[in-house]
């Protein structure tokens, strides 16, 4: 006898961890109040066994993984960066020079000469173009514009 009661406060206990880890998990995704409900029915409300917590700390981990890495994967990356520009930029842009108007090259002086030493600024004009120079909207993803970006900004700031 009391061997079932501590059976059930096992239980018990343990429900109410996966309940906690449901609920941060779908807090964290930011799923809907009726997505969240029919998950915890799902997982939680009904009797409870360990393949189901296994179930749920898998779900659980695939969540949090997906949640992690998906910021991680769109910081800008300088090595990204150097091969866009390699492959983009170099034929008007090699070693920071302009080949198309010499004077708006890419030397930090010139890029804050004409407001273009911000992140932000450099972005706008890889992706929209700019009089000569193509826009690269179609051709970069946003990561591959903001490594691009940081990569220029970085470089600048070294002297090239
Ligand atoms: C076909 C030649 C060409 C290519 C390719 C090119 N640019 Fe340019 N770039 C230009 C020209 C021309 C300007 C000057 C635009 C203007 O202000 O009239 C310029 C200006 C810039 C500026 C601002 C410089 C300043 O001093 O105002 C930055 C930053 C820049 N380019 C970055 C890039 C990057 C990064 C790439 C590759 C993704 C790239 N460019 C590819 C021709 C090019």
């Known amino acids: 006898m009391f061997d079932s009661v501590s059976i059930a406060t ?14 941060r998990v779908c807090r964290l995704s930011s799923l809907s109040d009726r ?16 393949k189901k917590l296994v179930g749920i700390v ?29 492959a983009n930029c170099v034929a008007c842009h090699k070693g920071g020079a302009n080949l198309v108007i010499a004077n708006k090259n890419l030397q930090k002086a010139t890029l804050a000469q004409y407001g273009m ?7 706008t004009q890889i992706t929209k173009g700019k009089n000569a120079m193509p826009a690269f909207a179609g051709r970069l993803d946003p990561n591959q514009i903001e490594s691009v970006a940081a990569y220029v900004f970085a470089q600048a700031d070294a002297g090239w």
């Open 10 to 23: 096992t239980e018990c206990h343990w429900s109410i961890i996966a309940k906690f880890v449901v609920y």
């Open 35 to 50: 997505q969240r409900r029919a998950f915890e029915e799902t997982f939680v409300r009904t009797p409870f066994d360990m």
């Open 58 to 86: 898998c779900i659980a981990l695939a969540a949090i993984t997906m949640l992690f890495s998906a910021p991680a994967s769109a910081e800008p990356d300088l090595a990204v960066g150097k091969q866009v520009f390699a």
């Open 117 to 123: 030493d911000s992140m932000e600024a450099i972005q």
